[in-house]
């Protein structure tokens, strides 16, 4: 073993001038790649294995992508005239194309094909010779990616190939990741000091990889000194990660907490100023998602346009929706909120049905425009989901508006004065009539505008509004009826609470739990956490 | 005495409990005495279905007397009707003996799916009927007693209340989901095969139930007629129209509703006790908020505050469903909902209330 890695590792120093020749002349020794190719079609592993060398050292533009296709197994010889071809199965055939020309030759039978075979040992050099020249990739991005695929799988050849790159590196991140990965490798070293050294180096990297190999370190270590050293980089690593990980649960608990806020503020409205509980508010959050969902259907091509397009457009089918039912069937019933209920309960189940008989009762799947998906990622522990991030980010813009709205607007004014006291209000020469419906269709607008956050989370089907209506409930009636910030803080703190509960007792049991405590909370301040202003005692 | 004084005032009431009695005696007679295809025989089905709805109105029986009498608009009673109806399915679960698929003497089936070596502690005791029939009242009436006991304490009311109700159910429904709470996941209690050691699949055990519903029904009404019309009913009333003047003039208003709210707790399970074994199964969707806000409106059509409207109600609501389920199967969601918009807004005494008010204009003239 010991012989062959050192003939690897001479015939890699040996290459290494022609590699940097062959990177600064481009494409001129395609010969050697040829030689190269010409030799992979040789029966001896040996001789294959200087083939794969040769074709990482001619520099040619398709090295890579053949070094790739011998990996894959995709790699073959028409055996009667030894062409190269590239070959897709295809039944019992392959579909195969020209792998120089790129030429399309049809489908070919199998036993007219010889594969290019590959042993374990040439897996790994293959591995090892494509790391390297990844390493020489024009691209940082994917030398970046590259110095982390070799912190993986760390041989000597490697090693001299991360050495032989730091030289001449100039990307600070890429120089970062090289940097660490030579110190995972250094950790192996015989001399003490350059464990030492190699500790130092990485302490406080986050790439779970370093935390394994210190880890293994601490097993075989006998030096007291690097041991000491070990425990205590690992200590670090495992208290940063504790803290990522719980940055991490509250991002998460954050994120549900928007969506609740979102859920919950125009029930929150609706209930503070007329005083009646919207049973269809659910649906009305589900009209919303149902819009952003026709919009994308209308422009395919534009996703991210749809999406923009269908906040007002949610706004408005939701806000005419309530405006609608205030008008038809709210107005007869007001100061009978039990019956209020029960009459908007029934409009729950006619919206759901209508639904279901238009777009049928299977979910939908909204499409999330390319900039809303990926994720941030701030270290190898904490990445943050785009959308979830954007979700929160809007969440906290409708909050504000809404609240300028209601601070500075005089439509703001009545509906405070309105909630306040009513007949005082009427007094004063407040339409409360008008200002009921009015807020109606304000409470609804936003739930449409919930809706189309929500279709960015979760499928869009006819029960979506009734897995948030009892959330939403807790949330307004958590924070304090009627009042903005009441529900705000309400629902993050159960977002929140709700998502560090989850790893401890897992995602139902939080829930009963937090049900269990409102419900408790209830009993000790039954005007919630933010009491509502003005005269409300009966 | 009071109490035949209490039915005797009551002429609809009367009129209804001779039509159920009537009904617990020929139903049942109808099925064993006629051969089948004898043009007087009532079938198995039928007689079963029909006892499902003396269930479902025991229940809203259970909902008027919170809502009707207390003012109490309880979002949350199917929890204690499922609470009931688990007793009974555990009793019958134990019934079952090892003439499971597992055929393990010990364990119901799911626990030997789950791999529990033993059965949990709060299963233990339901071999015996009189303990089952013990915790189908307790249960739920413990349930009732603490929620009632918090929230009438700190003077919970309306809306808030409501949700709170609602909000027990979804958590109910949530936790009975998990299948480490022993009382078999989302599959539920099922596979029952006999019931004190008569068969289930045999007409005459169902006829047996259909009796015992019936029963069950016209006892629940009598009590419940009592209770309303006795000095506490007084009391409750008054508490429903003006409960801080009721508690000004020194009523423990808190006491009044805990008694009348863990009393329906009672009913409420007994009818889920009745109705488990006649479906055959019991599972966790009956903790459902859906379920227990259509208890709500049958008793909303039928009228709240007479307690035969609330069985009315039941009756003609459930029958509409099963005739319209099975008719047109979309209709069933616009229906009730429309059930729902239409009796709030035309319709607010019900239709026991509609027709009362129909006779009274007669009378007028």
């Known amino acids: 073993m010991n012989t062959v890695l050192q003939f690897i590792i001479t015939g890699l120093l040996f290459c290494l001038p022609i590699l940097s020749t062959s990177v600064a002349f481009g494409a001129t020794q395609s010969a050697e790649f040829e030689q190269g190719v010409q030799l992979l079609a040789s029966k001896s592993f040996t001789e294959k294995e200087q083939a794969i060398h040769m074709i990482g050292n001619s520099g040619d533009p398709l090295a890579i992508k053949?070094?790739?296709?011998?990996?894959?197994?995709?790699?073959?010889?028409?055996?009667?005239?030894?062409?190269?071809?590239?070959?897709?199965?295809?039944?019992?055939t392959y579909s195969v194309t020209d792998f120089i020309s790129g030429e399309d030759l049809g489908l070919?039978?199998?036993?007219?094909?010889?594969?290019?075979?590959?042993?374990?040992?040439?897996?790994?050099?293959?591995?090892?010779?494509?790391?390297?020249?990844?390493?020489?990739?024009?691209?940082?991005?994917?030398?970046?990616?590259?110095?982390?695929?070799?912190?993986?799988?760390?041989?000597?050849?490697?090693?001299?190939?991360?050495?032989?790159?730091?030289?001449?590196e100039q990307d600070p991140e890429v120089r970062e990741a090289l940097t660490s990965a030579l110190a995972v490798a250094g950790l192996h070293h015989q001399d003490p000091q350059q464990r030492l050294a190699s500790l130092a180096l990485i302490a406080g990297n986050l790439n779970p990889v370093v935390k394994n190999a210190i880890q293994a370190l601490i097993e075989k270590e006998n030096d007291p000194i690097v041991l000491k050293k070990a425990e205590a980089a690992l200590k670090v690593i495992e208290a940063k990660s504790t803290w990522y990980a719980r940055l991490e649960t509250l991002f998460f608990g954050l994120s549900l907490g928007s969506v609740l806020v979102l859920a919950a503020i125009g029930l929150a409205i609706t209930f503070g100023v007329i005083g009646v509980i919207n049973m269809a508010h659910g649906e009305l959050i589900m009209l919303g998602a149902y819009t952003t969902y026709v919009l994308q259907q209308l422009m395919p091509n534009y996703i991210g346009l749809a999406l923009a397009l269908s906040i007002p457009a949610a706004f408005c089918v939701s806000g005419l929706t309530g405006i609608l039912i205030e008008k038809s069937v709210i107005r007869f019933l007001y100061g009978r909120p039990l019956e209020t209920l029960l009459a908007t309960f029934g409009i729950s189940l006619v919206l759901q049905q209508t639904v279901r008989s238009i777009f049928s009762p299977l979910n939908r799947s909204v499409a999330t425009p390319d900039w809303m998906s990926g994720s941030l990622v701030i270290n190898p522990l904490l990445s943050l989901t785009t959308n979830r991030v954007t979700i929160f980010l809007f969440a906290m813009i409708v909050f504000a508006g809404l609240f300028v709205l209601l601070k500075k607007s005089s439509l703001g004014l009545n509906v405070r004065a309105v909630a306040q006291n009513r007949n005082m209000a009427r007094a004063m020469g407040v339409k409360a009539a008008r200002v009921d419906a009015l807020t109606f269709g304000l409470g609804s607008g936003i739930a449409g505008i919930a809706g189309v956050a929500l279709s960015q989370l979760t499928n869009v089907g006819p029960n979506l509004g009734q897995a948030y209506i009892i959330d939403s409930f807790m949330v307004v009636v958590f924070g304090g009826v009627g009042n903005l910030w009441g529900t705000l803080v309400g629902g993050l703190s159960l977002g929140i609470a709700n998502k560090f509960l989850e790893p401890w007792i897992g995602a139902v049991l939080a829930k009963i739990i937090i049900l269990i405590f409102i419900i408790l909370f209830i009993q000790k301040r039954p005007q919630g956490l933010f009491p509502q202003k003005g005269r409300a005692a009966e | 005495m009071s109490i035949i004084k209490s039915l005797y005032r009551d002429k609809v009431g009367m009129v209804m409990l001779t039509l159920l009695t009537l009904m617990a005696v020929i139903i049942p007679a109808c099925n064993q005495v006629f051969p089948e295809g004898h043009t007087f025989h009532i079938s198995t089905f039928t007689m079963t279905l029909l006892g499902k709805y003396l269930c479902y109105a025991l229940l809203a029986l259970s909902v008027d007397l919170v809502w009707g009498y207390l003012g109490i608009l309880s979002l949350g009673h199917g929890a204690f009707f499922g609470l009931g109806g688990y007793a009974m399915g555990m009793y019958l679960m134990r019934q079952i003996g090892d003439r499971g698929v597992y055929g393990n003497p010990l364990l119901p089936d799911f626990m030997v799916f789950l791999n529990w070596q033993e059965l949990p502690w709060f299963w233990h005791g339901f071999n015996w009927f009189a303990f089952a029939m013990l915790m189908v009242m307790l249960a739920p009436a413990a349930l009732a007693f603490i929620f009632g006991w918090f929230a009438f304490k700190s003077r919970v009311t309306g809306v808030y209340l409501s949700i709170i109700t609602q909000a027990m159910t979804y958590a109910l429904l949530l936790a009975f989901f998990r299948n480490e709470m022993g009382f078999g996941g989302n599959n539920g209690l099922t596979d029952f095969k006999d019931i004190l050691g008569f068969s289930l699949q045999n007409d005459a055990t169902k006829a047996g139930l259909f009796m015992a519903s019936a029963i069950a029904l016209i006892l629940g009404y009598i009590s419940c007629r009592y209770i309303t019309q006795s000095k506490l009913g007084r009391v409750c009333t008054a508490i429903r129209d003006q409960e801080s003047r009721v508690r000004f003039l020194g009523y423990r208003v808190e006491h009044a509703k805990l008694f009348i709210f863990t009393f329906?707790?009672?009913?409420?399970?007994?009818?889920?006790?009745?109705?488990?074994?006649?479906?055959?199964?019991?599972?966790?969707?009956?903790?459902?908020?859906?379920?227990?806000?259509?208890?709500?409106?049958?008793?909303?059509?039928?009228?709240?505050?007479?307690?035969?409207?609330?069985?009315?109600?039941?009756?003609?609501?459930?029958?509409?469903?099963?005739?319209?389920?099975?008719a047109f199967p979309d209709a069933w969601l616009f229906g009730l909902g429309a059930l729902f918009i239409l009796v709030t807004l035309f319709l607010p005494q019900g239709i026991s209330g509609g027709i009362t008010a129909l006779f009274k204009k007669k009378e007028a003239r």
């Open chain 1, 66 to 92: 053949t070094l790739q296709a011998v990996y894959a197994g995709k790699l073959f010889f028409v055996k009667k005239d030894k062409t190269l071809v590239y070959g897709e199965p295809d039944g019992s």
């Open chain 1, 108 to 168: 070919i039978k199998k036993r007219k094909l010889k594969k290019i075979t590959i042993n374990n040992k040439l897996r790994g050099v293959l591995k090892s010779v494509l790391a390297g020249l990844n390493l020489q990739h024009p691209d940082p991005k994917q030398r970046l990616a590259a110095a982390e695929e070799i912190l993986t799988g760390l041989n000597p050849e490697l090693i001299t190939l991360l050495k032989k790159s730091l030289l001449t």
């Open chain 2, 264 to 326: 329906s707790a009672v009913l409420a399970g007994i009818a889920g006790a009745l109705y488990v074994p006649q479906v055959g199964i019991i599972n966790p969707t009956e903790f459902s908020p859906l379920n227990s806000i259509e208890i709500v409106i049958w008793v909303a059509v039928g009228g709240r505050a007479t307690l035969y409207g609330a069985v009315a109600g039941a009756l003609v609501v459930n029958y509409a469903k099963s005739y319209l389920t099975a």
